[in-house]
């Protein structure tokens, strides 16, 4: 062989292994675990068109991604920000419901989910404890909807701040400084 065509075949080699390298790197930042998206809705990619839907626990979600590894789904959460000391159980029990709806949806129970933050990701396992939490949860929501009237939840007059019914509310930690508007 030339040694011209040792050259070509050279540079082919070189451009292929910057090639892997550059998508293990966009691999690695995204904070995608390797498998292929089977969903997504984010910013970044186009909307889904559907969200998933369990008539069985009557929960409805958008995860930001599903990845499949071969019967395997994993939701995928991104949140915004750097990660907590621990992930707020917020995050926890959003990833929960998804893998609760990644269930019923497949009929094969998640061995995790995964949180990812701007600089960490986190392999959250969807144990006994995590599931019960947020069939927990979700109990509790049921019955709150059933209550005709509820208590202020919180003692942050912050949050009554940012509230859009705060114009209604005997409760609120923070009063307008002038007449309650009326609701419309």
Known sequence: MS????????????????????????????????????YADTSRWRRAESPIISQRWGLVGRPDYLVSYGREVIPVEVK????PLQPHPSHLLQLAAYCLLIEDWTGHR?????????????EVPFDDALRQAVLDTLAEVRRALACTDMARSHEDPARCRGCGLRYACEQSLAPFGHKKRQPI
């Open 3 to 38: 040694t011209v065509l040792w050259g070509i075949a050279f540079l082919f080699v070189v451009a292929g292994a910057l090639a892997l390298w550059w998508s293990s790197h966009i691999s690695r930042t995204t904070g995608l675990p390797t498998g292929r998206v089977v």
């Open 110 to 122: 998640p061995s995790h989910g995964v949180l990812r933050y701007d600089d960490t990701t986190l």
């Open 80 to 83: 915004s920000g750097p990660c």
